[in-house]
Protein backbone atom coordinates (compact mmCIF):
# COMPACT_ATOMS: atom_id res chain seq x y z
CA UNK A 1 0.00 0.00 0.00
CA UNK A 2 1.17 3.28 -0.99
CA UNK A 3 1.15 6.08 1.67
CA UNK A 4 0.77 9.91 1.28
CA UNK A 5 3.49 11.94 2.69
CA UNK A 6 1.49 15.25 2.13
CA UNK A 7 4.51 17.17 0.49
CA UNK A 8 3.20 19.42 -1.86
CA UNK A 9 4.27 17.57 -5.38
CA UNK A 10 6.15 14.61 -4.10
CA UNK A 11 3.70 11.68 -3.85
CA UNK A 12 2.76 12.35 -7.28
CA UNK A 13 6.57 12.21 -8.24
CA UNK A 14 6.40 8.56 -6.22
CA UNK A 15 3.13 7.00 -8.11
CA UNK A 16 1.30 8.35 -4.66
CA UNK A 17 3.41 7.87 -2.18
CA UNK A 18 6.02 5.81 -0.13
CA UNK A 19 5.24 1.69 0.07
CA UNK A 20 4.01 1.39 3.68
CA UNK A 21 6.97 -0.64 6.18
CA UNK A 22 9.76 0.48 3.99
CA UNK A 23 12.92 2.22 4.81
CA UNK A 24 13.93 5.33 2.83
CA UNK A 25 17.13 7.87 2.96
CA UNK A 26 16.48 11.26 2.65
CA UNK A 27 19.92 12.99 2.05
CA UNK A 28 20.86 16.76 1.81
CA UNK A 29 23.68 19.12 2.44
CA UNK A 30 22.83 22.12 5.50
CA UNK A 31 19.57 23.66 5.87
CA UNK A 32 18.26 21.61 2.55
CA UNK A 33 15.16 21.14 4.29
CA UNK A 34 15.38 17.46 5.70
CA UNK A 35 14.10 17.83 9.30
CA UNK A 36 11.02 19.99 7.48
CA UNK A 37 10.67 17.15 5.01
CA UNK A 38 10.94 14.28 7.94
CA UNK A 39 8.27 16.49 10.33
CA UNK A 40 6.19 17.17 7.32
CA UNK A 41 5.88 13.40 6.63
CA UNK A 42 4.74 12.67 10.31
CA UNK A 43 2.40 15.74 10.79
CA UNK A 44 0.77 13.98 7.46
CA UNK A 45 0.30 10.76 9.20
CA UNK A 46 -0.51 12.11 12.53
CA UNK A 47 -3.30 13.96 11.40
CA UNK A 48 -4.45 10.94 10.02
CA UNK A 49 -4.31 9.09 12.56
CA UNK A 50 -1.25 7.16 12.29
CA UNK A 51 1.31 8.01 14.80
CA UNK A 52 4.86 9.60 14.19
CA UNK A 53 7.69 9.50 15.87
CA UNK A 54 10.97 11.43 15.69
CA UNK A 55 14.15 11.18 16.84
CA UNK A 56 16.96 13.21 17.33
CA UNK A 57 20.38 12.20 18.02
CA UNK A 58 22.28 16.29 17.35
CA UNK A 59 19.60 18.60 17.99
CA UNK A 60 17.42 19.22 20.97
CA UNK A 61 13.33 18.37 20.28
CA UNK A 62 12.66 21.68 21.28
CA UNK A 63 14.56 23.33 18.97
CA UNK A 64 12.76 21.35 16.12
CA UNK A 65 9.38 21.75 17.59
CA UNK A 66 9.67 25.41 17.75
CA UNK A 67 11.11 25.90 14.14
CA UNK A 68 8.40 23.36 12.90
CA UNK A 69 5.65 25.21 14.66
CA UNK A 70 6.21 28.36 12.22
CA UNK A 71 4.50 25.91 9.72
CA UNK A 72 0.69 25.20 9.16
CA UNK A 73 1.68 21.28 9.98
CA UNK A 74 -0.22 21.97 13.72
CA UNK A 75 2.94 20.72 15.45
CA UNK A 76 1.79 21.41 18.91
CA UNK A 77 -1.82 20.12 18.69
CA UNK A 78 -0.27 16.93 17.43
CA UNK A 79 2.01 16.55 20.12
CA UNK A 80 -0.90 17.27 22.58
CA UNK A 81 -3.35 14.78 21.05
CA UNK A 82 0.02 12.39 21.33
CA UNK A 83 -0.10 11.42 17.58
CA UNK A 84 3.21 13.23 17.54
CA UNK A 85 6.16 12.40 19.26
CA UNK A 86 10.00 13.33 19.63
CA UNK A 87 12.28 11.42 21.39
CA UNK A 88 16.30 12.43 22.26
CA UNK A 89 18.93 9.95 21.53
CA UNK A 90 21.61 12.04 21.50
CA UNK A 91 24.28 12.24 23.96
CA UNK A 92 23.10 13.20 27.36
CA UNK A 93 24.89 16.30 28.89
CA UNK A 94 26.58 14.55 31.78
CA UNK A 95 29.62 12.34 31.66
CA UNK A 96 29.09 8.63 31.54
CA UNK A 97 25.66 8.70 30.32
CA UNK A 98 26.42 6.54 27.76
CA UNK A 99 28.66 3.77 30.20
CA UNK A 100 25.33 3.33 32.12
CA UNK A 101 22.91 2.74 28.99
CA UNK A 102 25.75 0.22 27.43
CA UNK A 103 24.47 -1.93 30.38
CA UNK A 104 21.43 -2.34 29.63
CA UNK A 105 21.64 -3.79 25.64
CA UNK A 106 21.21 -7.82 25.21
CA UNK A 107 24.17 -9.96 24.29
CA UNK A 108 23.13 -9.80 20.90
CA UNK A 109 24.66 -6.98 20.15
CA UNK A 110 28.85 -6.55 20.93
CA UNK A 111 29.14 -3.55 22.63
CA UNK A 112 33.31 -2.88 23.28
CA UNK A 113 33.78 -1.15 19.85
CA UNK A 114 30.26 0.77 19.28
CA UNK A 115 31.10 4.71 20.82
CA UNK A 116 34.10 6.88 20.34
CA UNK A 117 34.83 7.99 23.62
CA UNK A 118 31.45 8.10 25.01
CA UNK A 119 29.74 10.35 22.38
CA UNK A 120 27.95 8.80 19.00
CA UNK A 121 25.13 6.82 20.30
CA UNK A 122 25.95 3.35 18.99
CA UNK A 123 23.15 2.14 16.48
CA UNK A 124 22.44 -0.62 19.00
CA UNK A 125 21.19 1.74 21.49
CA UNK A 126 19.43 4.00 19.53
CA UNK A 127 17.63 0.93 17.87
CA UNK A 128 16.78 -0.46 21.66
CA UNK A 129 15.15 2.79 22.37
CA UNK A 130 13.11 3.46 19.49
CA UNK A 131 12.37 -0.36 19.01
CA UNK A 132 11.11 0.34 22.99
CA UNK A 133 8.62 3.30 21.75
CA UNK A 134 7.89 1.26 18.45
CA UNK A 135 6.12 -1.33 20.80
CA UNK A 136 4.54 1.16 23.71
CA UNK A 137 2.76 3.68 21.13
CA UNK A 138 2.45 1.86 18.34
CA UNK A 139 4.42 3.82 16.43
CA UNK A 140 3.51 3.62 12.25
CA UNK A 141 5.54 6.75 10.51
CA UNK A 142 9.35 6.94 11.69
CA UNK A 143 11.83 9.77 11.29
CA UNK A 144 15.54 9.69 12.20
CA UNK A 145 17.73 12.81 12.32
CA UNK A 146 19.93 11.94 11.84
CA UNK A 147 22.13 8.16 10.68
CA UNK A 148 25.08 10.25 9.86
CA UNK A 149 25.15 10.47 13.81
CA UNK A 150 25.30 7.30 14.75
CA UNK A 151 27.41 5.85 11.85
CA UNK A 152 31.06 7.21 13.44
CA UNK A 153 30.48 4.69 16.36
CA UNK A 154 34.28 3.20 15.31
CA UNK A 155 37.43 3.56 13.47
CA UNK A 156 36.98 0.58 11.65
CA UNK A 157 35.38 1.57 8.17
CA UNK A 158 34.19 -2.37 7.50
CA UNK A 159 32.81 -2.69 10.99
CA UNK A 160 30.79 0.53 10.15
CA UNK A 161 29.37 -0.40 7.16
CA UNK A 162 28.48 -3.56 8.96
CA UNK A 163 26.87 -1.80 12.06
CA UNK A 164 24.95 0.34 9.95
CA UNK A 165 23.69 -2.31 7.53
CA UNK A 166 22.58 -4.28 10.82
CA UNK A 167 21.12 -1.52 11.92
CA UNK A 168 18.52 -1.00 8.72
CA UNK A 169 17.51 -4.35 8.80
CA UNK A 170 16.39 -4.13 12.53
CA UNK A 171 14.55 -1.27 11.71
CA UNK A 172 13.15 -3.47 8.57
CA UNK A 173 11.53 -5.08 10.81
CA UNK A 174 9.79 -2.58 13.24
CA UNK A 175 7.19 -2.58 10.91
CA UNK A 176 7.05 1.44 10.54
CA UNK A 177 7.21 3.62 7.48
CA UNK A 178 10.55 5.15 8.23
CA UNK A 179 13.16 7.80 6.94
CA UNK A 180 16.28 8.10 7.81
CA UNK A 181 17.82 11.76 7.35
CA UNK A 182 21.26 12.18 6.16
CA UNK A 183 23.55 14.79 5.98
CA UNK A 184 25.24 14.62 2.50
CA UNK A 185 28.81 15.72 1.71
CA UNK A 186 29.59 14.62 -1.67
CA UNK A 187 26.71 13.40 -3.15
CA UNK A 188 28.94 11.07 -5.60
CA UNK A 189 30.08 8.82 -3.02
CA UNK A 190 27.55 6.04 -2.13
CA UNK A 191 27.35 4.88 1.79
CA UNK A 192 25.77 1.82 2.94
CA UNK A 193 22.57 3.61 3.95
CA UNK A 194 21.94 3.92 0.14
CA UNK A 195 22.03 1.06 -0.54
CA UNK A 196 20.16 -0.82 2.05
CA UNK A 197 17.22 1.92 2.18
CA UNK A 198 14.30 1.22 -0.48
CA UNK A 199 14.42 4.67 -1.14
CA UNK A 200 16.60 7.64 -1.80
CA UNK A 201 15.79 11.08 -2.24
CA UNK A 202 18.64 13.76 -2.32
CA UNK A 203 17.60 17.65 -1.41
CA UNK A 204 19.96 20.05 -2.67
CA UNK A 205 21.04 23.85 -1.76
CA UNK A 206 23.47 24.79 -4.45
CA UNK A 207 24.71 27.90 -6.69
CA UNK A 208 22.77 27.99 -10.15
CA UNK A 209 23.14 31.12 -12.32
CA UNK A 210 24.23 33.60 -9.37
CA UNK A 211 21.04 32.29 -7.46
CA UNK A 212 21.08 30.08 -4.46
CA UNK A 213 18.45 26.86 -5.69
CA UNK A 214 16.54 23.96 -3.40
CA UNK A 215 15.79 20.86 -5.85
CA UNK A 216 14.66 17.43 -5.05
CA UNK A 217 16.21 14.69 -6.74
CA UNK A 218 14.32 11.61 -6.53
CA UNK A 219 17.36 8.58 -6.60
CA UNK A 220 15.80 5.01 -6.35
CA UNK A 221 12.74 4.12 -4.99
CA UNK A 222 12.47 0.04 -5.36
CA UNK A 223 9.15 -0.97 -7.35
CA UNK A 224 8.17 2.40 -8.29
CA UNK A 225 8.46 3.98 -11.96
CA UNK A 226 9.86 7.65 -11.43
CA UNK A 227 12.75 9.81 -12.61
CA UNK A 228 15.62 11.31 -11.65
CA UNK A 229 16.00 14.43 -12.70
CA UNK A 230 15.90 17.81 -10.63
CA UNK A 231 12.89 19.23 -9.40
CA UNK A 232 12.51 22.69 -7.84
CA UNK A 233 11.65 23.17 -4.09
CA UNK A 234 10.06 26.26 -2.61
CA UNK A 235 9.73 26.66 0.95
CA UNK A 236 5.86 27.49 1.82
CA UNK A 237 3.74 28.48 5.06
CA UNK A 238 3.13 24.46 4.80
CA UNK A 239 6.56 23.58 4.91
CA UNK A 240 8.21 22.05 1.48
CA UNK A 241 6.67 21.87 -1.59
CA UNK A 242 8.12 20.41 -4.71
CA UNK A 243 7.55 22.04 -8.13
CA UNK A 244 8.67 21.99 -11.71
CA UNK A 245 11.96 20.76 -13.10
CA UNK A 246 14.80 22.76 -13.12
CA UNK A 247 15.44 24.27 -16.23
N1 LIG B 1 9.24 29.94 7.48
C1 LIG B 1 10.15 29.69 6.55
N2 LIG B 1 9.96 30.07 5.28
C2 LIG B 1 10.88 29.80 4.34
N3 LIG B 1 12.01 29.11 4.55
C3 LIG B 1 12.24 28.72 5.79
C4 LIG B 1 11.33 28.99 6.85
N4 LIG B 1 11.82 28.47 7.95
C5 LIG B 1 13.01 27.91 7.60
N5 LIG B 1 13.24 28.06 6.30
C6 LIG B 1 14.39 27.54 5.56
O1 LIG B 1 14.54 26.19 5.93
C7 LIG B 1 15.90 25.95 6.26
C8 LIG B 1 15.99 24.90 7.31
O2 LIG B 1 15.32 23.72 6.89
P1 LIG B 1 15.58 22.37 7.65
O3 LIG B 1 15.82 22.62 9.10
O4 LIG B 1 14.47 21.46 7.28
O5 LIG B 1 16.93 21.91 6.95
P2 LIG B 1 17.89 20.71 7.34
O6 LIG B 1 18.32 20.11 6.04
O7 LIG B 1 17.24 19.83 8.32
O8 LIG B 1 19.12 21.47 8.00
P3 LIG B 1 20.25 20.90 8.98
O9 LIG B 1 21.24 20.20 8.10
O10 LIG B 1 20.81 22.12 9.61
O11 LIG B 1 19.59 19.99 9.96
C9 LIG B 1 16.41 27.25 6.77
O12 LIG B 1 17.82 27.33 6.59
C10 LIG B 1 15.66 28.26 5.93
O13 LIG B 1 16.38 28.50 4.74
MG1 LIG C 1 17.78 19.21 10.25
Known amino acids: MRIPTGIEGFDELVQGGLLEERIYLVSGPPGSGKTTFG ?3 LAHGAALGEVGLYVTLLESPQNIIDDMSNYAMNVPTLIKMKKLLFADLGPRMEYGYMDELHEVITPDYEV ?3 SVEGEAPSPAVVFKEIAGYVAEYNI ?3 VIDSVSAIRFTTKDLSLEEKEMSRFIRNLKRLGCTTILLSEMTDPNSYTTEQFASHGVV ?3 NFLYDKTMTR ?6 MRG ?3 DCNMRGVHFTEKGIK ?4 LD
Open 39 to 41: VQF
Open 242 to 245: VVDY
Open 215 to 220: ALQVIK
Open 224 to 226: TKH
Open 140 to 142: KRL
Open 112 to 114: GHT
Open 202 to 204: FLH
